[in-house]
């Protein structure tokens, strides 16, 4: 059965550094997200993507967040410059179609821990 | 917020009872979905119940969805240990809310 893969699946690096984390969606969806869920707190949105542009963002999603789908196959999330607050496990998922009644598939996750 | 709450928060029975899960959400939905969550990983799709649905099964999981109250319960029937496990409700407007998640350990 197809599944969204991420990689790392862990990351550990310092304040303000910039880290990429890289999902690869299931190959026939079109709608790609990134979630975040801090340690013991609910699962948060970030992002969805179609078409090769962000179609919604949450508050959480500022400037310092970036994604890109640079080939046909991957999709990304940059952290530009990591804050503490930044450590979160963070997943990707894909759909086929635009989320209304539509399954999302998630990824495995990527623990990221900013010291 | 259209965010969906579980209640309870945490749920402990012995292996072969019934665990009934609810959620409760605040704004008008296109669907609610159940997803499972093991431990430190990610999260698998349970079940998909539609606005014009009022009950779905699928094998030992049983989900009802009122939409005049704004909640939705899971129920896994005969439960084992392997079903011990956080699970949450995500509701579905133009982006995906999740709550904040039953957290259920089976007692072997």
């Known amino acids: 059965e197809p599944e969204v893969t991420q990689t790392p699946s862990h990351q550990v690096t310092q304040m303000g550094q910039e880290v990429i984390l890289r999902c690869v969606p299931i190959s026939n969806h079109l709608y790609f997200y990134w979630y975040r869920q801090i340690l013991g707190q609910k699962v948060e949105f970030l992002v969805s993507f179609y078409n090769n542009e962000i179609s919604e963002k949450s508050e959480i999603f500022d400037d310092q967040f970036s994604v890109e789908r640079p080939d046909g196959s991957n999709f990304t999330l940059k952290i530009r410059s990591t804050k503490l607050e930044d450590s979160a496990m963070y997943f990707c998922?894909?759909?086929?179609?635009?989320?209304?009644?539509?399954?999302?598939?998630f990824g495995p996750g990527t623990r990221l821990l900013v010291l | 917020s259209q965010q969906g709450e579980e209640d309870p928060q945490a749920l402990s029975i012995q292996e072969g009872e019934n665990a009934t899960m609810n959620c409760s959400y605040k704004?008008?939905?296109?669907?609610l979905q159940w997803y499972r969550q093991n431990s430190g990983r990610g999260l698998v799709h349970l079940i998909l119940i539609r606005s014009n649905e009022r009950e779905k099964h699928s094998g030992r999981l049983r989900v009802t969805l009122d939409t005049s109250k704004k909640s939705s319960s899971l129920l896994i029937t005969a439960s084992r240990a392997a079903d011990t496990a956080s699970y949450f409700c995500a509701t579905t407007g133009n982006q995906f809310y999740f709550g904040t998640g039953t957290s259920l350990t089976v007692i072997p």
């Open positions: 704004t008008s939905i296109n669907n």
């Open positions: 998922a894909s759909s086929e179609r635009r989320t209304g009644a539509e399954t999302q598939y």
